[in-house]
């Protein structure tokens, strides 16, 4: 990676993390409320390196292979830097042992039959699996996520699975461009969200918002956003 990209990186990281302090000011959210996921899915190691020698410490993936590649990496070359990953992905059946086995947050949970896997496939010595419900708020049939009916049901058994740890919901709503519907969705989703928080008080993250929707994901509630394209540029999935 040639310094300039490097400095992109780190200089879009500052831009981000500023605008996300400012949404936190402006909707009365307390500082550091808000937290930063870069997601990394098809960009190289040196991207990443630049991401993390600028602060950054979380890291979301959405392809298995891919991400393990990194989590592997990372684990031998950067071993002083204490990163956590995040796998957002869509989630087969097949696929759930190397997720058990090496991420640390799943975002993506939307059927019992995962959920139990990922609990029976945990590492006995790993800290549980912090979990969050895939919610399909928009109800197209090209997405990934449970419906609102099935979230309680879900959230029961997942929070009795002693491998792993309900943490909260995650959406990716409908891509529109007007912010009325963009905080709309939202804001239904925080609801849920409040809800699950009263029958599990350990639920306390909310993951929505992306490059084109993060200020109307943190006026609704939003504790974690998944940036990527604003920080590492546009994807190339030719490579």
Known sequence: MMCSDQN????????IRQQIHAAEQQYA???NSVQLLAVSKTKPIEALKAAIDAGQTCFGENYVQEGIEKIHYFAQHYTEAKLEWHFIGPIQSNKTRPIAENF???????????????????????????????????????????????????????????????????????????????????KQLAELNRKLNQRYPQVD???????????????????????GTAIFGARDYHK
């Open 8 to 15: 992109t990186i780190q200089q879009n990281l500052e831009q």
């Open 29 to 31: 959210r307390h500082s």
């Open 104 to 186: 640390d947050w799943v975002h993506s949970v939307d059927r019992e039959k995962v959920a139990q896997r990922l609990n029976d496939q945990r590492p006995e010595q790993a800290r549980p699996l912090q979990v969050l419900i895939q919610v399909n708020t928009s109800g197209e049939a090209s997405k990934s996520g449970t419906n609102q009916d099935d979230i309680f049901h879900l959230a029961e058994l997942i929070n009795a699975l002693p491998n792993l740890t309900l943490r909260g919901l995650m959406s990716i709503p409908e891509n529109v461009s007007d912010y009325p519907s963009q905080l709309r969705a939202f």
């Open 205 to 227: 993250t909310l993951s929505m918002g992306m490059s084109g929707d993060m200020q109307a994901a943190i006026e609704a509630g939003s504790t974690m956003v998944r940036i």
